[in-house]
């Protein structure tokens, strides 16, 4: 029989007196609690040590999870554990409710609680427990799942939301408030619904580290709830995660990402509709696959990226650039199936360079641009990859400006790199390589 983690709990000196089934295991402490072993079920219901599960307990606090609010079992955990504590969560399922809120620590502003509230420099590991899964019994507005006030940090937890009490018609909470020099490592976080609150954030971050996380399969606002669902700030560092499905019923509902004065690296991004993303500082070694009627602001440094299976079938534009540096990317099989769709639109004092570009289908007819540049952009150095179909429309420019752009070196198998304005400067360009 496979070990499950129906756990007890209790001291050494008494593990004799305890019966335990197969497939049961027990943590065994010492009489000052410094030291545990785990012990598993024998056949003739006897507990024997589990080799090598010996370890250190100080400041490690063992909670078991049965399925039943467990929310009161570990905040009572995190209550009484000492400053620096690491708080493990213990069984196959550990069910999670809003039926039990408590008032987070150091939070300032107005809330209805919060379900995990992490205290300053303590940490949540999930890596004993298979999944903590959160019901909302009782759908209040502005509360939290998890708090993670200055410090603190959440590893190698895996979170879903049970789709039958989370839902696209219910009012949710946040998910994850994480403050100032906190971090969230490793931690999966899957089937999430959005909080269908104005203006509340299901993700909110300041000052963090994000580190290798995944989020997948995440439902934004359905209609009339503004907001910005995943909203990361404060010089953070977001680097090697993976967000996953993302839809959202349209674009005008607000961001699905804001990541603002943020390094944003080495992430990957895949399978988003109808989604809009802002991303501002440096970003750079990211993959963005599968975009269907999305937008990107950008602002900083975007380098070395790959974005790859972009279609826009709506007007706006798929990446707006202001003063922005877009360097050394990839962006390939782009199909661009509406006219009055500039593809890559441009605020002024923009710079592309370096790039290499593929567009695989612009509409049979009607004004559309790969680049819609404004005043004082320039544009050098790059290649414009197009096909047959593009190049016969005549509508379709692959860099189009009205004033003050400069236009140079640039390489494209298209009969023309544009159309341009009488102050622009267009210059050793070559067509139709």
Not at 37 to 49: L, M, Q, R
Not at 219 to 243: D, L, Q
Not at 391 to 401: E, L
């Amino acid at each position: 029989m496979a070990t499950r983690f129906i756990a007890k709990h209790g001291l050494k000196s008494n593990i004799n007196r305890l019966t335990l089934s197969e497939g049961e295991i027990a943590i065994a402490y010492s009489d000052d609690k410094s030291e545990a072993e785990i012990y598993v079920g024998g056949n003739d219901n006897t507990p024997i040590p589990a080799a090598g599960a010996s370890m250190k307990t100080k400041n490690q606090i063992f909670v078991v999870c049965d399925g039943d609010h467990d929310e009161l079992k570990l905040q009572a955990a995190i209550d009484s554990a000492p400053y620096k504590s690491i708080i493990y969560p213990v069984g196959e399922l550990c069910v999670i409710t809003n039926a039990n809120m408590k008032s987070g620590y150091g939070m300032t502003e107005t809330n209805n609680g919060v379900v995990i509230p992490l205290k300053g420099g303590m940490t949540l590991d999930g890596s004993m427990c298979d999944t903590i899964m959160f019901k909302n019994t009782n759908p209040v507005a502005k509360q939290y799942v998890f708090h993670l006030p200055e410090g603190a940090k959440m590893q190698n937890v895996k979170f879903t939301e049970d789709t039958d009490t989370v839902t696209a018609d219910t009012v949710n909470p946040t998910v994850l408030l994480a403050q100032s020099s906190s971090q969230i490592i490793s931690c999966t976080f899957y089937d999430i619904f959005s909080t269908h609150q104005f203006g509340v954030s299901t993700f909110e971050m300041s000052n963090v580290l994000f580190l290798n996380n995944v989020i997948d399969t995440f439902a934004g606002a359905p209609a009339n709830n503004m907001t910005i669902e995943i909203k990361i700030k404060g010089n953070s560092f977001v680097m090697g995660n993976k967000f996953l499905n993302f839809t959202q019923k349209e674009q005008s509902l607000g961001y699905m990402l804001q990541a603002l004065t943020v390094m944003f690296v080495n992430n990957y991004m895949y399978s988003f509709t109808n989604c809009s993303i802002d991303i501002d500082k440096k970003i750079v070694g990211n993959i963005f696959k599968t975009f269907t009627d999305c937008s990107i602001e950008i602002g900083g440094e975007i380098s070395d990226n790959e974005f790859t299976t972009i279609t826009q079938n709506t007007e706006g534009p798929f990446i707006y650039a202001g003063a922005a540096l877009i360097s050394g990317n990839r962006i390939s099989n782009v199909k661009i199936n509406s006219a009055n769709i500039d593809f890559i639109e441009c605020g002024s004092y923009a710079v592309i360079c370096g790039n290499y570009m593929q567009i695989a289908a612009v509409p049979a007819s009607g004004q559309c641009n790969l680049i819609s540049a404004s005043s004082h952009t320039l544009i050098a150095d790059n290649i414009f990859r197009t096909t047959a179909s593009v190049t016969a429309n005549a509508d379709f420019s692959i860099i189009y400006s009205d004033g003050k752009t400069v236009v140079k070196n640039n390489v494209t198998d298209a009969v023309s790199i544009g159309t341009f304005g009488d102050t622009c400067v267009v210059d050793g360009n070559v067509t139709g390589w």
